[in-house]
C-alpha cells in the first residue's frame, strides 16, 4: 500500500529565511507526487505536481520541489519564505488510478 | 465556474441524529471523493466514487454512506451521528486515471456532534 510520511508536523520558519518541508513516499513504482497548502478555515489548493520528466519542478507562490527517487523523497522548497506562506503544507502520492494517499501534514509558521 | 461547492458549511448534530453532506463539481470530471480531516491526522478518504455508478470504501467508511447522485454529485450520509464523527469534511473531484489526475478540493463543512 502506498503511504506518505512527513516528519516535521511544525517548523517556524524567519520572514525572509530559506524553507525546505520534507516529505518521503512508500510505494514501487514512481508514483505521481503533490503537494497541496491549505489556509486556516479553507480548502485545498494544488502548490505543485510530478508524474515523470525533470525532477524538479516548479509551481504557484514561487514553491518548487525535487523528486528523488534514490531516497523516496519529494521534497518542498522555497527560497524566501512571506508571512502570508503561513499555512499546513500536505504532501499526497497516487497511481495514478488510484485516490491521493496524504501525509499527515506539517504546519508552518512564519515568524517576523 | 464555481468548481467543488459544498453544502453546509457548518452544522451541528446531537448523537444520534442524521443528515447529509452535499457537493456538486461543475467541471465535468467522472471522480469523485469525501475525506474527513482530522486534527494530526491529515486527510483520509471516507468513501469515492471512480465513475457515475460506482462506490468504493477508503480508509474509514464506518458510521457512512454515500450516493453519487449523477455525473455532477456525490452525497456523504451519516445515518445516526456520534461524537467521534466530529471533524471537517472534503468533498474532491478528478479525472482519476486520465491525465492530470490532480483532485480539486471544496471548502468543507465543519461538522459537530454532541
Not at chain 2, 470530471?29 to 482530522?38: A, E, F, I, L
Request: with cysteine; aromatic share 12%.
Amino acid at each position: 500500500a502506498q503511504s506518505v510520511t512527513q516528519p516535521d508536523i511544525h517548523i517556524t520558519v524567519s520572514e525572509g529565511a530559506s524553507l525546505e518541508l520534507r516529505c518521503n513516499y512508500s510505494y514501487g513504482a514512481t508514483p505521481y507526487l503533490f503537494w497541496y497548502v491549505q489556509s486556516p478555515g479553507q480548502g485545498l489548493q494544488l502548490l505543485l505536481k510530478y508524474f515523470s520528466g525533470d525532477t524538479l519542478v516548479q509551481g504557484i507562490k514561487g514553491f518548487e520541489a525535487e523528486f528523488k527517487r534514490s531516497q523516496s523523497s519529494f521534497n518542498l522548497r522555497k527560497p524566501s519564505v512571506h508571512w502570508s506562506d503561513a499555512a499546513e503544507y500536505f504532501c499526497a502520492v497516487s497511481r495514478g488510478n488510484t485516490p491521493l494517499v496524504f501525509g499527515k501534514g506539517t504546519r508552518l509558521s512564519v515568524i517576523a | 465556474n464555481a468548481g467543488v461547492t459544498q453544502t453546509p458549511k457548518f452544522q451541528v448534530l446531537k448523537t444520534g441524529q442524521s443528515m447529509t453532506l452535499q457537493c456538486a463539481q461543475d467541471m465535468n470530471h467522472n471522480s469523485m471523493y469525501w475525506y474527513r480531516q482530522d486534527p494530526g491526522m491529515g486527510l483520509r478518504l471516507i468513501y469515492y466514487s471512480a465513475s457515475e455508478g460506482t462506490t468504493d470504501k477508503g480508509e474509514v467508511p464506518n458510521g457512512y454512506n454515500v450516493s453519487r447522485l449523477n455525473k455532477r454529485e456525490f452525497s456523504l450520509r451519516l445515518e445516526s451521528a456520534a461524537p467521534s464523527q466530529t471533524s471537517v469534511y472534503f468533498c474532491a473531484s478528478s479525472e482519476m486515471g486520465q491525465g492530470t489526475h490532480e483532485q480539486y478540493f471544496g471548502p468543507g463543512t465543519r461538522l459537530t456532534v454532541t
